[in-house]
Nanobody, 124 residues
């Protein structure tokens, strides 16, 4: 069992930066692939970024490529999402998710564990 808690969300002006953290409990987290997803009001949950359990493989949605960076520290059981050059369209609740496996995964249905989400609001 893995429990996830996101933090680091908030209100920021367009062009600003935020760093989201996903803290995990559970002995197997270091063997889990992790993804970040987001959901804006009235929209479906969408993929943002993913990282393999080693951290050696990452993947990004086109909409955030070059602006967001996913990373992890398995010694601390944490995964991060550094978000730069934020835009109003990045406004959403951001969720981290985890699952076992060797790859990176892009669909919400592929993940077994979810955090409660953290709100990110980007003002224009």
């Amino acid at each position: 069992q893995v429990q996830l808690v996101e933090s680091g969300g908030g209100l920021v002006q367009a062009g600003g930066s935020l760093r989201l953290s996903c803290a995990a409990s559970g002995r197997t987290f270091s063997r889990c692939a992790v993804g970040w997803f987001r959901q804006a009001p009235g929209k479906e949950r969408e993929f943002v970024a993913a990282i393999s359990w080693t951290g050696g493989s990452t993947y990004y949605a086109d909409s955030v490529k070059g602006r967001f960076t996913i990373s992890r520290d398995n010694a601390k059981n944490e995964v991060y999402l550094q978000m730069n050059s934020l835009k109003p369209e990045d406004t959403a609740v951001y969720y981290c998710a985890a699952r076992g496996g060797l790859g990176t995964y892009y669909y919400p249905t592929q993940y077994d564990y979810w955090g409660q989400g953290t709100q990110v609001t980007v003002s224009s």
